[in-house]
């Protein structure tokens, strides 16, 4: 092999070499900085792209949400209670250059901040409000975190607290706490029952008798309406018959003589009885004198 051949394959190679070091290609779900003797030049999309090798370096950067796993540590509580806490930390990345270049090591940086800013959000808290408020420390971590990590280009998507773990002895007492809760909402909701049968158990029973009282009211009243009902008309009844037996007295224009005999029938039917006195109306003087009156016709008929 003659040296011009050597040259020529050597330059080849290099070529070769040159190009392959000069093609980039960027993911989707990447971005590319381009730099030239170690200065920040451009920003690339995903696709295929170009750079001078050994000029110029492409470093790419994942855009999709990642993952912090903040390790467990001990937290004091305000009621001076030592936890353990564990979270996890999800976040995106908004600006490749800041991320890239305004902090050396994100991952470290990012749990370090989640760490301190923990303990300050449960250290404002008893017990019993972080082991409830779970909620709450994401929402205000989150918030923290966010602000923090702006300045490195990235977003705090959420936070998650995994466990909140209190001492062994705190969780026994816990326990006992909850059953003895257990045992009195039992008794409570027992005692609350019977109360209410027992109100039931009444209101039925004066419902009972305030029905009962009203039906023999209504009876009363129905009996007493029936009674009315049967004296007015046996009043009417004698009214209309004196009416006209009186009419029939009127018509038939009794003479004093059949009046004073009428009389002494009736007197016939008071005498027979225990009475000893008898007290006459003071119209008696007229009916004796009628008396009289009838005597002399029988004597004059009996001197014939």
């Known amino acids: 092999m003659t040296a011009a051949a050597v040259v020529v394959l050597a330059f080849i190679l290099l070529l070769v070499i040159y190009v392959a070091l000069a093609i980039k290609i960027v993911q989707q779900h990447e971005q590319g900085l381009i730099e030239r003797f170690g200065r920040y030049r451009k920003t690339v999309e995903p696709g295929f792209h170009m750079i001078v090798p050994f000029i110029e370096k492409m470093k790419k950067v994942d855009m999709r949400e990642q993952v ?21 930390v999800y976040y995106q990345a908004t600006d490749p250059v800041k991320l890239k270049y305004n902090v050396a090591n994100f991952i470290l940086a990012a749990t370090k901040l989640a760490q301190t800013n923990l303990r300050n959000v449960i250290g404002d808290m008893d017990l019993d409000a972080a082991l409830t408020s779970r909620e709450t420390i994401n929402t205000e971590l989150r918030e923290i975190l966010d602000e923090a990590t702006d300045v490195w280009g990235t977003r705090v998507v959420r936070v998650e607290i995994q466990r909140i773990d209190p001492p062994v002895d705190v969780t026994q007492a816990m326990h006992r706490q909850m059953k003895a809760e257990r ?3 039992a008794v409570v909701t027992e005692a609350e029952g019977e109360k209410r049968s027992r109100i039931l158990g009444a209101e039925g ?60 029938e009736a007197l016939q039917g008071v005498a027979d009885g225990k009475a000893t006195k008898l007290f006459l109306p003071m119209e008696t003087a007229g009916i004796l004198g009628s008396l009289g009156a009838i005597g002399e016709i029988f004597a004059d008929k009996t001197a014939e």
């Open 183 to 185: 045992e009195r909402r």
């Open 68 to 88: 912090v796993d903040v390790p467990p540590q001990e937290v004091i509580t305000k009621d001076n209670v030592v936890v353990t806490v564990d979270a996890v």
């Open 205 to 264: 029973i004066k419902q009972s008798r305030i029905l009962e009282a009203e039906g023999q009211a209504q009876a009363i009243r129905e009996v007493a309406d029936a009674e009315k009902f049967q004296l007015l008309t046996v009043a009417e009844g004698e009214g209309q018959a004196i009416e006209r037996v009186y009419g029939a007295i009127h018509t038939g224009d009794p003479t004093p003589d059949l009046i004073a005999i009428k009389y002494l």
